[in-house]
């Protein structure tokens, strides 16, 4: 089945201490995406990549670490986590960076920092 | 001004109406437009997309773009209970950067 597979689905921790939520797909996807939601706020986009080691900011960046060392992944890091990150994550992929292909969604991840 | 503005509802419509969804976009180089559709406690999915000028119809959605007022809106005919969702607008702005609006819920009420 393709899909787009983030882990964990729920996440609590506490201010500082270093996190990574990892995201995996298996549709040979080039470009992949990670965004962040927060109530009337809609997604906003974190990060983003084109291809392998190829990793550009996003609309909020700040606090978060990427890396694309292999098509397939691309792992979201929160090297200290503070308050103001606690949100909705999602990871996505997409077929091509045109968007011409829709954006496959994760199912979320639900961070709380307190 | 936000990039992309939706009016965030609840907008409320009976079972078998219509349903009208509208977007604003403030880049006036945008190409690409799109609506998505998120129930609660799931990942938004795509449902249409729209490029040029005018309407895009596909079952019961019609996506009508209007690049000169810079709005895009979303029709939903013969409304259900299974429509009741938050819909997503959706814009590449310049530099082919895909920006989300706060997305509208809508609620359909039998």
């Known amino acids: 089945e393709a899909q787009v597979t983030q882990n964990p689905r729920y996440l609590i921790t506490v201010t500082g201490k270093k996190l990574t939520v990892t995201c995996s797909q298996n549709?040979?996807?080039?470009?992949m995406s990670w965004y962040r939601q927060d109530p009337g706020l809609g997604l906003r986009q974190i990060y983003y990549?084109?291809?392998?080691?190829?990793?550009d900011k996003g609309d909020v960046p700040e606090g978060y670490k990427v890396s694309r060392k292999e098509k397939r992944n691309f792992p979201l890091i929160l090297e200290s986590p503070s308050p103001n990150q606690t949100s909705l994550y999602f990871c996505?992929?997409?077929?091509?960076?045109?968007?011409?292909?829709?954006?496959?969604f994760g199912n979320g991840t639900r961070l709380t920092v307190t | 001004q936000k990039e992309v503005e939706q009016n965030s509802g609840p907008l409320s419509v009976p079972e078998g109406a219509i349903a009208s969804l509208n977007c604003t976009y403030s880049?006036?180089?945008?190409?690409?437009f799109f609506w998505y559709r998120q129930y609660s406690g799931k990942s938004p999915e795509l449902i249409m997309f729209?490029?040029?000028?005018g309407d895009k119809e596909d079952g019961r959605f019609t996506a009508q773009l209007n690049k000169a007022s810079q709005y895009v809106s979303l029709l939903i005919r013969d409304s259900q209970p299974s429509d009741s969702a938050t819909y997503l607008c959706?814009?590449?702005?310049?530099?082919?950067?895909?920006?989300f609006g706060g997305g509208t819920r809508l609620m359909v009420k039998p």
């Open positions: 996505a992929s997409s077929g091509n960076r045109d968007y011409n292909s829709p954006l496959h």
């Open positions: 549709m040979n996807h080039e470009y």
């Open positions: 990549s084109m291809n392998v080691e190829v990793t």
């Open positions: 880049d006036r180089g945008s190409q690409s």
């Open positions: 729209i490029y040029s000028n």
């Open positions: 959706a814009v590449i702005r310049v530099g082919n950067m895909l920006t």
